[in-house]
């Protein structure tokens, strides 16, 4: 437990270990299509730099 000027604010609880990783448990079921890597359009670009 941690406390600030006597009032808990923070209680630190163990974790649970993490599943054992499985390599390629997807491979098969997500596909990308060759279009997500064709240049975004600018309206897009002018978006994401916030113009």
Do not use: N
């Not at 630190?12 to 359009?41: E, N, T, Y």
């Amino acid at each position: 437990m941690i406390a600030r000027r006597g009032i808990p604010v923070v209680r630190m609880v163990g974790c649970q270990p993490l599943a054992k990783r499985q390599p390629d448990v997807l491979k098969g079921k997500v596909v990308i299509p060759d279009s997500f890597f064709d240049p975004l359009p600018d309206v897009e670009l002018d978006a994401w730099e916030g113009k």
